[in-house]
């Protein structure tokens, strides 16, 4: 029979180690982005394209992660958490080595499109399994645990990109990867619980088959719009005919008892206001990272370097944030925190429109330090909330309907960024983009990120204060 040292062991386990391995997906997917995200302008010089129709690099991996993971869930119920994250993380190092061997869009896109699917699988599984194995009580510090790490990521990034980018090749910024993955599966088969769902499920094929294909075309659509090489009409349609896809498939899925992407789920006050907030917030924040080092670059005429060792401090400010999450949370309450910092938030969002051309770096440092506690505050808070009403044996599939809704907001901010630049840039007397295009993306999504707020106030005044409970003091 176990004793006390071995309960106390096992809660260990399952409240710190088990979260720093899961977090080296986040970690790996982060630190992918960031890099990326840096090296855009560089990339479009060497294919010869405009650096804002790089939004398909970027568009692409999100396409394909809305794409597969919905299946995400049943696949880890059925094959197991461990096994499913090391053969993910392993399909992600295959598409990150054909990034780096590309020597085009064409070719670019279609292994962001591979890194996608194995991403896919790796980030919600990663989160599955630290939600369930932690208590609930216990929840707020080991998803932050989970997220320390992977915060780690968008320090490093862009200053490692920037600096591949501007004095080697940017390829290694792909090839890095490599052996992080490498790393993160053999942890993973040493230290990773192999966590079932003790109930055989059925697996929604023709929902799936609805709703990739429907997510897949809304963001291709939306992404199209604005490049010269497609008609904007033929964009609309591929976006209108993804919409009504969803439309089908909402009412299918109100039709059968265990729907890939469970719409049910929205029944719960505190999961229906965390997704229709955390929606509105991702999508302006979302479109910051591409945003701001192509403002820096080509707006300021930085290098990719210079860029990267500003945009760092983003990254550095949601690291610190991590560290007082919980307390903030179980002093103010959820919905207080969402609420008030939504408005700080989005309006840190906005605040690189009121750059300009010589500002001093120490400024500049300051706002996207702050501008990256508060976002990563919103981000943890609406994060954690949405599972405070949520069953046990419900995790798997609100893990992946909110896995689903990150990429897909993610995307569309993307994609509604560029395609303000794009307008902005033709109604310009040169046609080119400087700071006053740029600043009107920037208080665009800055104002989309600051109206979750609005959202966010309907969330019940109680929502989510089991999670931040104080501890009791050890028997």
Request: aromatic share 10%; charged share 10%.
């Amino acid at each position: 029979m176990p004793d006390a040292d071995d309960d106390g062991r096992a809660l260990r386990r399952a409240t710190r180690i088990v979260p720093l391995i899961a977090a080296t997906a986040l970690f790996i997917e982060n630190l992918n982005s960031t890099v990326l995200a840096t090296a855009l302008v560089t990339v479009a010089g060497d294919f010869g394209v405009d650096p804002v129709v790089l939004k398909l690099a970027l568009t692409s991996y999100l396409v394909s992660l809305a794409v597969f993971v919905p299946a995400s869930g049943w696949i880890a119920d059925r094959f197991g958490t461990r096994t499913v994250f090391c053969w993910a993380m392993a399909v992600f190092a295959l598409g990150s080595a054909g990034c780096a061997l590309s020597s085009g869009l064409g070719t670019l896109v279609a292994a962001r499109v591979v890194q996608g699917a194995g991403g896919a699988m790796m980030i919600p599984v990663a989160r599955l399994v630290v939600l369930r194995s932690v208590p609930k009580a216990e929840l707020v510090g080991a998803l932050a645990i989970l997220s320390m790490p992977s915060l780690v990521g968008p320090i490093i990034g862009p200053p490692v990109g920037g600096f591949f980018a501007t004095y080697f090749t940017w390829h290694w910024i792909f090839w890095i990867n490599l052996p992080l993955a490498a790393a993160g599966i053999l942890l993973a088969r040493r230290l990773l619980p192999q966590i079932r769902q003790e109930t055989e499920s059925v697996f929604d094929l023709r929902g799936f088959l609805m709703i990739g294909p429907a997510l897949a075309m809304t963001i291709t659509g939306a992404t199209l719009l604005g490049l010269d090489r497609i008609p904007a009409g033929t964009a609309l349609a591929v976006c209108a005919a993804g919409l009504v896809l969803v439309a089908v498939y909402c009412r299918h899925a109100l039709s059968i008892q265990a729907p890939v992407i469970d719409l049910r789920l929205l029944r719960a006050t505190t999961f229906r206001v965390g997704v229709i907030g955390g929606f509105l917030f991702r999508v302006g924040a979302g479109a910051t990272p591409f945003l701001l080092p192509l403002l820096l670059q080509v707006a300021f005429g930085m290098s990719a370097f210079a860029s990267g060792t500003l945009t760092f401090a983003t990254g550095v400010g949601a690291f610190s944030m991590k560290l007082v999450a919980p307390y903030i949370l179980r002093v103010a309450g959820f919905r207080n925190v969402l609420v008030f910092n939504g408005v700080v938030a989005g309006a840190f969002v906005a605040a690189p429109a009121l750059f300009w051309m010589g500002m001093p770096t120490a400024a500049i440092l300051g706002v996207l330090l702050a501008g990256g506690f508060s976002r990563s505050l919103q981000f943890t808070s609406s994060n954690v909330v949405l599972y405070a009403d949520i069953a046990p044996q419900d995790m798997g599939r609100a893990t992946t309907f909110m896995a689903v809704l990150q990429e897909l907001s993610g995307s569309i901010g993307i994609a509604f960024a560029a395609l303000v630049l794009d307008w902005a840039a033709a109604l310009s007397p040169d046609g080119r983009l400087g700071t006053a295009e740029f600043g009107y993306a920037f208080w665009l999504v800055g104002l989309i990120a600051g109206l979750s707020s609005l959202a966010f106030a309907a969330m019940p005044k109680e929502a989510g204060a089991a999670l931040v409970q104080a501890r009791k003091p050890a028997e």
